[in-house]
């Protein structure tokens, strides 16, 4: 079983920074694909960026692409999302995700197997 833990969500203002974390209570973390996904009451689960468990390739949503930074230290069992240039558009619950060694569509919710609970993330203007 695999437990994800995210934090470091909050306020800020438009423009601002906030680094989100993601532990994982499992013995393989090397072994999984991460992914950050979004939502909002309003809006279904919106990929948002991903890290093969290789680590050799990096994708990001176009909407925080060039503002956001996905990176992943297995040493620490650890996954992080840098968001800068936030936008009151990005306002949402954050959530990160794990897929056992995917070689699927890492920008589907249906490829990962552990959730985390979500961090909620807000961008006032």
């Known amino acids: 079983q695999v437990q994800l833990v995210e934090f470091g969500g909050g306020v800020v203002q438009s423009g601002g920074s906030l680094r989100l974390f993601c532990a994982a209570f499992?013995?393989?973390?090397?072994?999984?694909?991460m992914g950050w996904f979004r939502q909002t009451p309003v809006k279904e689960r919106v990929f948002v960026a991903a890290?093969?468990?290789?680590?050799?390739?990096?994708g990001y949503a176009d909407s925080v692409k060039g503002r956001f930074t996905i990176s992943k230290d297995n040493a620490k069992n650890t996954e992080y999302l840098q968001m800068d240039s936030l936008k009151p558009e990005d306002t949402a619950v954050y959530s990160c995700?794990?897929?056992?060694?995917?070689?699927?569509?890492?920008?589907?919710?249906?490829?990962?197997?552990?959730w985390g609970q979500g961090t909620q993330v807000t961008v006032s203007s």
């Open positions: 995700a794990a897929a056992f060694l995917s070689r699927g569509d890492y920008r589907i919710w249906e490829e990962y197997d552990y």
């Open positions: 499992v013995r393989t973390f090397i072994s999984y694909t």
């Open positions: 890290i093969r468990w290789s680590g050799d390739n990096l």
